[in-house]
């Protein structure tokens, strides 16, 4: 995808990664893309798509945006955009390269420090506490069977440091009869 377009297509897709609160989540989106690049790095347009709408979720399947995305930008096409939408909701269970990176750097995003910090601020606003936090990202350590062999080592490294972090919480909890892991 040629830079202009990228550019433009940034500028339009910017404001939708705005939270109600006034949290921008492009450096989120940033990233991911930072983590799939390094996992999977093709110019493949289709894959610079998904990097920049994975995100939004299912924000191009709702009526109205394809169209509009096409006429605010330009020079992209309804089918590409389409398939795009597609690719975003295969994530969960990725088929092609460019969906396994994807997918592959926003657990690898997840499961660091980082990670677990947005866990702890989710908890609390749900009830939960720190320490069912700790033991649910402790037992949460398994790598999918569809996650590309590049990504294996970032996700082993991030999930060693959260096991890491948990334990160095568990310890200051004074919580000596849990299981180090």
């Not at 705005?18 to 493949?44: H, K, N, P, T």
């Not at 996700?155 to 568990?170: G, K, M, P, S, V």
Request: aromatic share 4%.
């Amino acid at each position: 995808m040629d830079t202009d377009l990228r550019t433009r297509l940034s500028s339009f897709l910017k404001p939708l990664y705005q939270d109600l609160d006034g949290v921008s989540r492009v450096d989120d989106v940033q990233r991911v893309e930072r983590i799939a690049r390094a996992i999977y790095d093709s110019d493949d347009r289709h894959y610079t798509l998904l990097l920049l709408f994975h995100g939004l979720g299912t924000w191009l399947d709702k009526v109205g945006n394809v169209s509009r995305t096409v006429l605010a930008v330009g020079e992209l096409e309804e089918a590409e955009l389409r398939r795009t939408a597609a690719s975003i909701r295969r994530l969960p269970i990725p088929v092609t390269e460019a969906e396994r990176a994807v997918a592959a750097a926003l657990l690898v995003d997840a499961s660091g420090v980082l990670g677990l910090a947005h866990r702890f601020a989710a908890a609390r606003r749900e009830g939960h506490s720190v320490l069912d936090v700790v033991h649910e990202a402790l037992a949460d350590s398994s790598i999918p069977e569809w996650v590309p062999e590049t990504a294996r080592p970032m996700l082993e490294e991030r999930l060693e440091r959260r096991r890491e972090f948990c334990r160095a919480i568990l310890d200051e909890l004074g919580n000596d009869d849990e299981e180090k892991r």
